[in-house]
């Protein structure tokens, strides 16, 4: 059974950071994509960054580039996002999610993810 658990939310103040955690088990994730996704209230779910397990390819939506970095840790089975210059938009709360034969624009698309974690609350103070 595929597990995701996030970690490493909390609040901080505009322009600062947080990395957030996400440690996945009960198979092995070699042909996953792994993504962050985050809501805020009121609002759809949305893509921020995702990796292809096998090519470490990136991709991020366009209000986080060149701000946030999502990396993944074969040894310890985690991925992980740096987020910098924080910015009171960026209030949500944040999943981790995988999915298998993600390809194409599908990988933007919360749908296309077959597990997600319980989420992470990530506030910024302005």
């Known amino acids: 059974q595929v597990q995701l658990v996030e970690s490493g939310g909390g609040l901080v103040q505009a322009g600062g950071s947080l990395r957030l955690s996400c440690a996945a088990s009960g198979r092995t994730f070699f042909s996953y994509v792994m993504g962050w996704f985050r809501q805020a209230p009121g609002k759809e779910r949305e893509f921020v960054a995702a990796?292809?397990?096998?090519?470490?390819?990136?991709y991020y939506a366009d209000s986080v580039k060149g701000r946030f970095t999502i990396s993944r840790d074969n040894a310890k089975n985690t991925v992980y996002l740096e987020m910098s210059s924080l910015k009171p938009e960026d209030t949500a709360v944040y999943y981790c999610?995988?999915?298998?034969?993600?390809?194409?624009?599908?990988?933007?698309?919360?749908?296309?993810?077959?597990?997600w974690g319980q989420g992470t609350q990530v506030t910024v103070s302005s």
């Open positions: 990796v292809r397990w096998s090519t470490s390819n990136t």
């Open positions: 999610a995988a999915g298998q034969r993600i390809f194409g624009d599908s990988i933007y698309t919360p749908s296309a993810y077959n597990y």
